[in-house]
């Protein structure tokens, strides 16, 4: 089956019409109309709200020419809904961090229609919504990443407590990991069936761990949630942040799409990956300050990284920065589309 989506079909090898983009965090607070919309409600309502998560899901497609819809939600949304205590002040708090067995199992399997109905609903209100037949991404939060929050409690450049969980209670660790991989799993899956038409796993953290604690802990986790989403019939894009150190280790993940960060070189990834899979990334997020000319030739030099073949989805290497100028994604989108 060939695909009219550039998005679409770039996530399956296929050739594209052009290049096709997307910016990780697209939908957020460097738009004005989000911070106007946020003025008057807090995020987790937005993301309670579906008619407000869709508006704020269209906001980028209505600017920019983008490729691609990313659910306007958030990686803790779900836990939330499996009984969390979490505030997002801006990034998530867990009020009561878990650190023993007992609270691991009281975590409740994920029951999507029943947890997190706003989730599912959100999906079809931006579907029946989405412009020029944009593709929806839906998304969850990588199992470790996720318990980086849920065991540190709050955002933190190292995560100590949670790598140190790993050492000190490395069965409790995998038996939490295993649960959030489930979770997401169903997760996903719930979100494909409500009209998402690709699926993406944030390993936000990856990059904290080595290649050895990466493939012991992570990754039996993501496979679970790999699996279960995998019966969508979607394409699935695995998002490995400062993953310069682990791209052997997710070369044979059921995943359709590596994403990568900007530290690394997009041919180089290739490379390492092999044939089977697509890229995504990597502009650096900070180079949409440069001035237009030098953006221009960032834009190049990824484009020129990735190569001539199918399967790169032009993004940058981790979300856009609040205080970027809108003038810029605009700019990037010009660029990318000049240049292919
Ligand atoms: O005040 C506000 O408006 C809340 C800020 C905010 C926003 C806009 C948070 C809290 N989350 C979000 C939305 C969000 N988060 C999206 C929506 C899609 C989009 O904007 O286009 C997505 C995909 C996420 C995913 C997310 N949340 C990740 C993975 C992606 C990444 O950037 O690495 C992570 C790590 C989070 C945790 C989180 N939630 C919020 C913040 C500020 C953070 C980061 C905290 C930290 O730095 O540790």
């Known amino acids: 089956m060939s695909e009219t989506s550039a998005f679409l079909a770039a996530c399956r090898r296929q ?34 709200t579906p008619d407000l998560a869709a508006e704020v899901t269209l906001q980028p497609l209505r600017r920019y020419e983008m490729d691609a819809a990313i659910l306007f939600s958030d ?27 007992a609270q691991i199992d009281a975590l409740p399997a994920l029951v999507p ?5 706003f989730v599912l609903e959100t999906v079809r209100l931006v579907r029946a919504g989405a412009p020029r037949g944009t593709p929806l991404i839906g998304f969850a939060g990588g199992p470790f990443t996720l318990m980086c929050y849920l065991v540190g409690g709050r955002p933190s450049k190292e995560f100590g407590a949670a790598r140190s969980f790993l050492y000190a209670q490395p069965d409790s ?9 489930d979770a997401m799993g169903e997760y996903l899956l719930a979100q494909a069936t409500a009209g998402a038409q690709a699926l993406m796993l944030f ?9 050895r604690e ?5 990754l039996p986790a993501v496979r679970r949630a790999l699996a279960i989403a995998r019966r969508a019939g979607v394409p699935l894009i695995y ?16 995943a359709d799409v590596i994403g990568v960060d900007w530290r690394m070189d997009l041919a180089e990834v290739r490379r390492r990956l092999g044939p089977g899979k697509a890229v995504q990334g990597n502009l650096d997020p900070a180079a ?21 073949a199918p399967g790169h989805i032009f993004n940058l290497g981790h979300g856009i920065w609040q205080d970027t100028p809108p003038e810029a994604v605009a700019r990037l989108v010009d660029y990318v589309h000049e240049y292919t």
């Open 173 to 181: 660790a995998q038996r939490l990991l295993e649960r959030l991989g």
């Open 288 to 308: 949409l300050f440069a001035p237009a000319e030098e953006l221009k030739r960032q834009v190049a030099a990824v484009i020129a990284a990735a190569g001539p």
């Open 15 to 48: 050739r594209p019409s052009h290049r096709p983009l997307w910016v990780m965090r697209q939908a957020g607070r460097y738009l004005p109309e989000y911070r106007a919309l946020r003025a008057k409600v807090d995020f987790a309502t937005l993301t309670r």
């Open 113 to 117: 229609e029943r947890d997190v109905p």
């Open 203 to 211: 390993e936000s953290w990856a990059g904290l761990l080595a290649a």
């Open 75 to 101: 990686i803790m949304t779900p836990l939330q809904g499996m009984g969390v205590d979490l505030t997002f002040e801006p990034g998530p708090v867990v009020r009561q961090p878990i650190r023993t067995d």
């Open 214 to 218: 990466f493939t012991r802990f992570a």
């Open 239 to 254: 998002y490995v942040n400062q993953g310069a150190a682990l791209m052997e280790a997710v070369a044979d993940l059921d």
